[in-house]
């Protein structure tokens, strides 16, 4: 097993390096027999990267402790599909399973209909290039395959912080959204080098880019739940440096999706793709190095050491190139740049709604990156926590949502203040009497109401958007509103199907200002018998039980609990002791509706009739997990819209230079 590991590295190298050099000999030479031995390379590469991946599963599954990744992360009696999913629990595996999502991405594309674009040689020696780092970073700082001196009788085990639903599907739906914004970083740099400035690269690599922004959220979302559920300290999102690496590219994806529609529809904002879609590639490599390098501390890295340094390498290599090409063609991309012709325009608003993610973005990268320019600066360490996030995001994000509920109601090229005025008069009232409303129900925060508010008037404008397009087809052509409402979103679904993310995006919105702002907080300790009241809930302690599962000590708080006056049922918060961990696990203990989470944390306790509780309110939280898959729902809707684009098939040795 050892040997056939690590050969399957070193052939991952040695083909990857070949793939490159055939490609470039086929593009210099016109000759097409090495354009196919390449992308035959790459075929290979998908073959050796899924048996090294299946060989890693074998050895994780069996239990073989004599390989330090599975001593390390594995133990007997760990269930099966934590032994599995330990596959991305460290450095090794998490590298190998990158790479092998390359190499898959890698081969799709290079046997895809475009196999014969001209663009298509030199997308796959980028991507060649990202592949033969991952399996040379394996190789010299981070084998999967690597043996232990003394074979333990037992592993160390999984982290019991990743023993949980959330940890197997969050990590590898966030390294699918990572790698996929490979792919249009490659047809960029390959359609510059091309001097190829129009828009069939993105036309090329739409539904690669809405991928890859579906995973990325979806690697965030489930980040979210993850960590409201499992870590114990009553939130969702800490604004710790991991889960800003993974936000970050979010964000400059989000802005380049908006970006290109301007670039296919009018021919403008050329400049701000091309940098838009670089960026967001290397801050994936900025995320991975970030969780690699052990430079900031997080509860999500994987600790220090070397590789982070070769992951810094790879990214200045990368940026620098990336630069270098962008300044070479930088007069071929400006030369036929359309200007936007008035600042009251769709166009003026989505280069706004650049402006805002992108700040949003940098104001992230400064608050995560701060220590480490304090400390070489100053010599002294200064961490920024969530205060620093909270109070300049808000107001950035604020904006956004005026932005997406403005957007829809302002016309192409030159808008008028009247026809605005005219579409925008309901969500307008909307917004305005849910504000009047808010403050006669005695909510307090002029912050949060002016935000909910705003949420309101963006909803509202989304649902007049179906509503007044349901109306005009059911006039026209004698529909029945259910027909009506599916030919009407069928015929356009990249623009309804945007909608229904941002419909999704509000009710996020609704849910992360409420239980920011008006969430309660009991820390509490109490007798036998005695009371925690909080909101409308009373909560009665009835004692500690101790017992054994699965090897594992188990203490847990019985909790009565009377809502409104009426019996609620029970909550149990735990203690969960392992035995392979010195530090108990927290399992939380959550009551949930449709409108607030009774969130329960036993902290400590001193014997088994006197216990410390930790005890929450959060209003709304469920609305994020509800706004989080409809966004999934819009962007699958959009994704699978709208006819194939038709390209250009030629030839890859006649392309022009």
Known sequence: M?????????????????????????????????????????????????????????????????????????????????KLTAFWAGNAGSLLLWTVLLCIYAGILVYSKEKRNPLMPYVSIILLLNI???FTVMVIGGNPFAMTEVVPADGKGLNPMLQHPG???????????????????????????????????????????????????????????????????????????????????WLTASAFLHSVMIQERKGMLKTWNISLIILSYILTLFGTFLVRSGV??????????PLGTYFLIFMAFMM????????????????????????????????????????????????????????????????????????????????????MAVCPLIAWQKATVERFMKNAIWPLIAGIVSAIILILMGVKGAFAIIGLASTVFMFATHVQEFVQGTRARMKATKENVLKAVYKLTRKNQRRY?????????????????????????VLKTVETGENIKIGNYDLTFNGLTEVTKNGNGIVAADLEIVYKGKDAGSIHPEKIFYANWEEPSTEVAIKTNFTEDLYVVLSSWENRDKVTLQVKVNPFVTWIWIGGIIMVIGTAFALIGGKPTSTRVTDPLRQGR
Do not use: C
């Open 497 to 521: 199907g945007g909608y229904i993310v941002h419909i999704g995006i509000a009710i996020i919105a609704i849910g992360v200002i409420a239980s920011h702002a008006y969430s309660e907080e």
């Open 167 to 249: 940890m197997v599907l969050h990590p590898i739906t966030l390294y699918l959204g990572y790698v996929g914004l490979a792919v249009p970083f490659a047809f960029a740099i390959g359609a510059l080098i091309l001097k190829r400035v129009d828009a069939e690269w993105i036309k090329l690599t739409r539904r690669w880019t809405i991928t890859a922004w579906l995973f990325l959220t979806l690697g965030n979302i489930i980040g979210g739940w993850w960590a409201y559920l499992e870590l114990g300290w009553g939130g969702y999102w800490a604004w710790d440096p991991v889960e800003n690496a993974s936000f970050l590219p």
């Open 320 to 403: 620098l190139l990336s630069i270098y090409i962008v300044t070479t063609r930088y007069q071929l991309i400006k030369k036929d740049s359309i200007p936007i012709e008035t600042y009251f325009s769709k166009e003026s608003s989505f280069l706004l709604n650049n402006l805002i993610l992108v700040t949003g973005a940098f104001a992230v990268f400064w608050g995560s990156m701060y220590p480490l320019i304090s400390e070489a600066v100053t010599g002294t360490k200064i961490n920024v926590g969530p205060p620093y996030f909270n109070s300049v995001m808000a107001p950035i994000l604020l904006l956004l949502i005026l932005l």
């Open 2 to 82: 050892y040997l056939i590991g690590n050969i399957t590295l070193y052939l991952g190298i040695a083909i990857a390096a070949y793939a490159i050099i055939a490609n470039i000999i086929g593009i210099k030479k016109q000759n097409n027999k090495w354009i196919e031995s390449a992308r035959g390379g790459v075929l290979s590469l998908v073959f050796v990267s899924l048996l090294a991946s299946f060989l890693l599963l074998y050895l994780l599954g069996s239990s073989q402790f004599q390989f330090e990744y599975v001593a390390a992360y594995t133990s007997l009696n760990l269930p099966m599909v934590y």
């Open 296 to 305: 900031l501390t997080s509860v999500h890295a994987f600790g220090s050491g």
């Open 132 to 134: 033969l780092f991952f």
